[in-house]
T-cell receptor, first 115, second 117 residues
Framework: GAGVSQSPRYKVAKRGQDVALRCDPI?????LFWYQQALGQGPEFLTY????????KSGLPSDRFFAERPEGSVSTLKIQRTQQEDSAVYLC?????????????FGQGTRLTVV | AQKVTQAQTEISVVEKEDVTLDCVYE???????LFWYKQPPSGELVFLIR??????QNEISGRYSWNFQKSTSSFNFTITASQVVDSAVYFC??????????????FGTGTLLAVQP
């Protein structure tokens, strides 16, 4: 597709439920980022992939959060045993990652509400 | 540590007014990049501009202009003759020396701009 695609757009989960959020980056993009955006706040970095390698996961808030990108394309962010504080918009971004003059393109996000 | 501060939480203007959105940053990197993104109600972050730390020239793109001042660690954004379609949340962001290619972005808390007809 032309842009970064995320699914689902909206997800309501009961507390304690596991969820999986999908990101389809722009074709050929090497770098992929996940961000978490709480209501009224700016996005906060969660994790970064270069192809299939997860090079930085310093932003993952707990071991309940897990991300993968097994074939270097589609990525999945999984949250186990969801809690109310996990409610946020989860944004995915991708970039060519091969030069200094590229920027990250963002998807529309998945809004997760934990009830 | 890296930090971005957008002190203006909300700004309301009437159409055709000029408006400036402030951004102050902190970083220990000697090479870094600064960004502005627009987030309309649809939620997608739309890239507006990238600036590297060695280029302090002001930039103008249509009704948009950016003023980068290293001496005050500021990267302010001005919209001239604002329009209703400019209504959105605007984020200033900072990254390390590889820009948006491989460095994570540090975002400010955003400024909600409401342009009234």
């Amino acid at each position: 597709g032309a842009g970064v695609s995320q699914s689902p757009r909206y997800k309501v989960a009961k507390r304690g439920q596991d969820v999986a959020l999908r990101c389809d980056p722009i074709s050929g993009h090497v770098s992929l980022f996940w961000y978490q955006q709480a209501l009224g706040q700016g996005p906060e970095f969660l994790t970064y992939f270069q192809n299939e390698a997860q090079l930085d996961k310093s932003g993952l808030p707990s071991d309940r959060f897990f991300a993968e990108r097994p074939e270097g394309s589609v990525s999945t962010l999984k949250i186990q045993r969801t809690q109310q504080e996990d409610s946020a918009v989860y944004l995915c971004a991708s970039s060519r990652g091969d030069t200094l003059n590229t920027e990250a393109f963002f998807g529309q996000g998945t809004r997760l509400t934990v009830v | 540590a890296q930090k971005v501060t957008q002190a203006q939480t909300e700004i309301s203007v009437v159409e055709k007014e000029d408006v400036t959105l402030d951004c102050v940053y902190e970083t220990r990197d000697t090479t870094y990049y600064l960004f502005w993104y627009k987030q309309p109600p649809s939620g997608e972050l739309v890239f507006l501009i990238r600036r590297n730390s060695f280029d302090e020239q002001n930039e103008i793109s249509g009704r948009y202009s950016w003023n980068f001042q290293k001496s005050t660690s500021s990267f302010n954004f001005t919209i001239t003759a604002s329009q209703v379609v400019d209504s959105a949340v605007y984020f200033c962001a900072l990254s390390g020396p590889y820009g948006g290619a491989t460095n994570k972005l540090i975002f400010g808390t955003g400024t909600l701009l409401a342009v009234q007809p």
